[in-house]
T-cell receptor, first 118, second 115 residues
Framework: DTEVTQTPKHLVMGMTNKKSLKCEQH?????MYWYKQKAKKPPELMFV???????INESVPSRFSPECPNSSLLNLHLHALQPEDSALYLC?????????????????FGAGTRLSVL | AQKVTQAQTEISVVEKEDVTLDCVYE???????LFWYKQPPSGELVFLIR??????QNEISGRYSWNFQKSTSSFNFTITASQVVDSAVYFC????????????FGQGTRLTINP
């Protein structure tokens, strides 16, 4: 089973709202990722958590705040977003982000949260 | 820096035709992985294949086949006897074996299979 579950599927929020995106996997993966994907573009990496510690932050604005409460969960807290932040937000996980052996670094993606900021 | 180029932005074929999606990559590292992902309209990226730089064997999985050639830095993907369900955006990606867990994606190829 290679399932990564993201909720909600769709989200509409105003620029003053605070909301959170949630990602869950039960594959025992120890690396989890947030990507942002604009229309007709490839996914862009935002954050990587490895063993529940933030290992990569791709210079993402502070209005995006990631959180990894445990090895199965990854949240993305949103506050004071701008209309240009409207996009598909994808979560992914891999068995072990640091190790290259076997299939450990294959990233499995969720279906995403389609976010609209008004 | 690494770079992946998918020169074909959009391809449209009639069902049952064979179609090849091109992927060319650039890296100075000698050890790396190459990936193909499929993104149907639902949005989820579906993992199709991973190939490491040590292994230039071509691979076939049902109607899908991949041709990896280090000499031309290419990792092309062929769908034989295409079906409407193959319609999606396909991404080629590269990741170094050593270093950060970053996937470098190409711009994607939108494939439309017409009945």
């Amino acid at each position: 089973d290679t399932e990564v579950t993201q909720t909600p599927k769709h989200l509409v929020m105003g620029m003053t709202n605070k909301k959170s995106l949630k990602c869950e996997q039960h594959m025992g993966h120890r690396a989890m990722y947030w990507y942002k994907q604009k229309a007709k573009k490839p996914p862009e990496l935002m954050f990587v958590y490895s063993y529940e510690k933030l290992s990569i932050n791709e210079s993402v604005p502070s209005r995006f705040s990631p959180e990894c409460p445990n090895s199965s969960l990854l949240n993305l807290h949103l506050h004071a977003l701008q209309p240009e932040d409207s996009a598909l937000y994808l979560c992914a996980s891999s068995q072990d982000g640091l190790s290259a052996g076997g299939g450990k670094n294959i990233q499995y993606f969720g279906a995403g949260t389609r976010l609209s900021v008004l | 820096a690494q770079k992946v180029t998918q020169a074909q932005t959009e391809i449209s074929v009639v069902e049952k035709e064979d179609v090849t999606l091109d992927c060319v990559y650039e890296t100075r590292d000698t050890t790396y992985y190459l990936f193909w992902y499929k993104q149907p309209p639902s949005g989820e990226l579906v993992f199709l294949i991973r190939r490491n730089s040590f292994d230039e064997q071509n691979e076939i999985s049902g109607r899908y086949s991949w041709n990896f050639q280090k000499s031309t830095s290419s990792f092309n993907f062929t769908i034989t006897a295409s079906q409407v369900v193959d319609s999606a955006v396909y991404f080629c990606a590269l990741r170094l074996i050593q270093g950060a867990q970053k996937l470098v994606f190409g711009q994607g190829t939108r494939l439309t299979i017409n009945p």
